[in-house]
């Protein structure tokens, strides 16, 4: 169970951080765990099961997270059901978390090439926080030898916008950082905001980093273009019965030091991890199967999970 622990805390503690890359770390931990497993065929699907039901509560908004896990397991219980021998079972888990690992590489280069066709020379992109979906998007657009300005805001209180200018940066993008505050102040000069997802739901609200839906407002006030970059695992089958996404409370002393909150004891601090963005501020969500607006989201819903899946949650 080592890798699925440490995998875990990886997780919770956000040195693996962004809805693609989580979900990805669990499939890789699943994998390693599983080929490493010596127990017969019925403890091998409960060890499975076990490790999987574990890693989903590693942080709990980032749907992709129980979507992938899911995917591994459901298939790897359908196709494992008829294999008796322990290395075909094994070869089945490998196929399902590498088919995953790949679907998800590709999926990244189909937003990009998707998503880059909707920015134009000239324009000017805002990005919050650090999303590999929106990141491949704007790279894309950048390959393309558009030229591009980039407004990257900070992303208080983890500060991954230094995270996304810096590699833009590297890889020699036009890139500016700004404080999440100054996100109106510059608004009028943005062309699209291109962010990511941790998840969507089935009315395509779109739940991304603190801040974001203040970014949409912003946005929507000044004509700016708000376009989503996510891949279809990011879509919640749960909201489909009417489940809402629970929104990550993260520990103040990411907010303040230890020594300013025993200063100051009658200060609450509240430290919300995401925010619900409507999707009436959303233009449209680009995913690997082409580009939605939100309110068509619920067709994407419909191909990746099929209808009696989701009415199955
Ligand atoms: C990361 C974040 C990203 C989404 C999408 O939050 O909100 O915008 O996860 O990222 P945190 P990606 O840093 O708290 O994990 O497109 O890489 O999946």
Redesign the pocket.
């Known amino acids: 169970m080592q890798v699925i622990e440490v995998t875990f805390e990886d997780i919770r503690r956000?040195r693996v951080?962004?809805?693609?890359?989580?979900?990805r770390a669990a499939v890789r931990a699943l994998e390693e765990y599983g080929l490493g497993l010596d127990v017969g065929k019925e403890e091998f699907f409960k060890k499975m099961k076990e490790a999987g039901e574990y890693l989903k509560n590693a942080?709990p908004?980032?749907v992709?997270l129980p979507n992938a896990v899911n995917y591994v397991l459901v298939n790897l219980e359908r196709e494992g059901q008829n294999v008796s021998q322990m290395s075909v079972l094994k070869e089945v888990l490998k196929k399902y978390c590498e088919g995953f690992l790949k679907r998800s590489e590709l999926a990244?280069e189909k937003i990009g090439s998707i998503g880059s066709k909707r920015i134009q020379s000239g324009d000017v992109i805002l990005t919050?926080?650090?999303?590999?979906?929106?990141?491949?998007v704007i790279l894309a657009a950048h390959m393309q030898k558009k030229d591009i300005k980039v407004f990257c805001t900070e992303?208080r209180p983890?500060r991954?916008g230094l995270l996304t200018s810096s590699r833009l940066a590297k890889l020699g993008v036009d890139v500016t950082l700004i404080v999440d505050s100054a996100a109106r102040y510059f608004m009028n000069k943005v062309d699209s905001v291109v962010?990511?997802?941790?998840a969507i739901s089935v009315n395509g609200a779109v739940v991304?980093?603190i801040g974001?839906s203040m970014l949409a407002l912003a946005a929507k006030e000044a004509r700016s273009r708000f376009m989503v970059?996510?891949?279809s695992y990011?879509i919640s089958p749960k909201t489909f019965v009417g489940e809402l996404i629970p929104i990550?409370e993260?520990p103040k002393e990411e907010v303040v030091s230890k020594e300013w909150a025993s200063r100051n004891p009658a200060v609450k601090v509240a430290n919300p991890?995401?925010d619900i963005t409507p999707p009436e501020y959303v233009d449209l969500i680009v995913t690997e199967y082409g580009v939605f607006p939100p309110q068509g989201i619920l067709v994407l819903f419909k191909e990746v999970y099929g209808l009696s899946e989701i009415l199955n949650q």
């Open positions: 956000m951080r962004g809805a693609g890359r989580i979900a942080r908004t980032a992709s990244m919050h926080c650090n999303s590999e979906a929106a990141m491949s992303t983890r991954q962010i990511g997802a941790d991304n980093k974001t970059a996510a891949e990011k990550e993260r991890a995401f």
